[in-house]
């Protein structure tokens, strides 16, 4: 029994509770950059649960919420627990799938299903407990983050102009943003998904992990079909029938991100095929997220490559390494 004792509460136990709490300590509190720290905030649970096992990786994640839900209610933020509960639950749901060894599209589609639907689940009950309609309750959900981002740039020197400009229109926006909601979700929960795994798979090889093999992601593309639905999408956007113009809009949105990890595969197979080194990619990776007009070029990239196949055009070096 001691030794088994011994063994639960190992220094992995403890690291685990102290690196999960504190990422999801980040990921709220940290201004700025505290969005980095909430895609990857999943990331600690991935990885100390597939380490450890089932029994040992739950507690670090029940302890690690019960620690950080304490803090957050000291500093009146509990509103937030239940995100952070969506996104520990995402790495248990990650490392759980990991074990099955699906394609890298199913690894990617199953977490963001469940995700999606524990988030609606989320919702729906609580729209029962505040006898408001669900729709309604999203609605007041951005509405309120758009506030809190008016207020950040308010302390960013942002033009005065501007920022009374989105105050006036706040309404507006609000609305745009609750019709583009499904594609938000979709693409917010694919986009954290895609990226814990691919953080995931240094890390576990380095500590000998079991990783899938999926291949080499770099010569990954979407479906040729995908473009007749892209198409399609816009079509639908000139057609003057407002639910129509909705639909079309948020397939869109989902479209053009399938198209952008399209790009992101060539830009990898660039930096592979050019052996160049891990420490001057993650600055250009940095720099495409922070730019959205290099986000559109990333995502022209990828439509175009359905017709050019830039990979083929990328002559490797010799002593090129992966």
């Known amino acids: 029994m001691r030794k088994e004792r011994g063994e639960f509460f190992s220094s992995n136990f403890f690291i685990g509770i102290a690196i999960s709490s504190l990422a999801f300590l980040a990921a709220l509190l940290i201004p700025i950059i505290g969005p980095f720290f909430f895609i990857i905030s999943p990331l600690p649970i991935f990885y100390y649960y597939s380490k450890t096992g089932r029994v040992q990786g739950s507690t670090i994640f029940a302890i690690s919420l019960s620690l950080v839900a304490i803090i957050l209610t000291i500093f009146d933020s509990s509103a937030?627990?239940?995100?952070l509960f969506l996104l520990g639950?995402?790495?248990?749901?990650?490392?759980?799938?990991?074990?099955?060894n699906?394609?890298?599209?199913?690894?990617?589609?199953?977490?963001?299903?469940?995700?999606?639907?524990?988030?609606?689940?989320?919702?729906?009950?609580?729209?029962?407990?505040?006898g408001k309609q669900p729709w309604l309750l999203i609605e007041d959900y951005i509405e309120r983050d758009i506030q809190e981002i008016i207020q950040l740039y308010a302390q960013l020197d942002i033009p005065v102009e501007q920022i009374d400009l989105a105050k006036n229109n706040i309404k507006q926006i609000t609305h745009f943003f609750t019709n583009i909601f499904p594609a938000i979700l979709l693409v917010s929960a694919s986009f954290t998904v895609w990226i814990n795994i691919m953080a995931a798979r240094e890390l576990f090889q380095k500590n000998r992990i079991w990783y899938p093999d999926f291949g080499d992601l770099s010569?990954?593309?979407a479906p040729e079909s995908l473009i007749w639905i892209l198409?399609?999408?816009?079509?639908?956007?000139?057609?003057p029938v407002e639910w129509v113009q909705i639909l079309g809009l948020n397939l869109l949105l989902i479209c053009l991100f399938v198209y952008f990890l399209q790009g992101?595969?060539?830009?990898?197979?660039?930096?592979?095929?050019?052996?160049?080194?891990?420490?001057?990619?993650?600055?250009?990776?940095?720099?495409?997220?922070?730019q959205q007009y290099i986000i559109l070029i990333v995502i022209a990239v990828g439509i175009i490559d359905l017709w050019i196949d830039f990979r083929k055009f990328i002559n490797p070096l010799t002593d090129a390494t992966t």
């Open 231 to 239: 198409i399609a999408n816009g079509v639908m956007l000139l057609i």
């Open 264 to 290: 992101m595969s060539v830009i990898g197979f660039l930096f592979k095929a050019k052996n160049v080194h891990r420490l001057f990619r993650i600055p250009c990776y940095v720099l495409i997220f922070a």
């Open 80 to 83: 937030n627990i239940p995100l």
């Open 89 to 100: 639950s995402l790495g248990v749901i990650l490392s759980e799938i990991f074990r099955k």
């Open 102 to 130: 699906y394609s890298i599209e199913t690894t990617i589609i199953l977490p963001v299903l469940v995700l999606t639907i524990l988030w609606f689940t989320f919702i729906f009950f609580q729209s029962l407990s505040l």
């Open 219 to 221: 010569r990954w593309k």
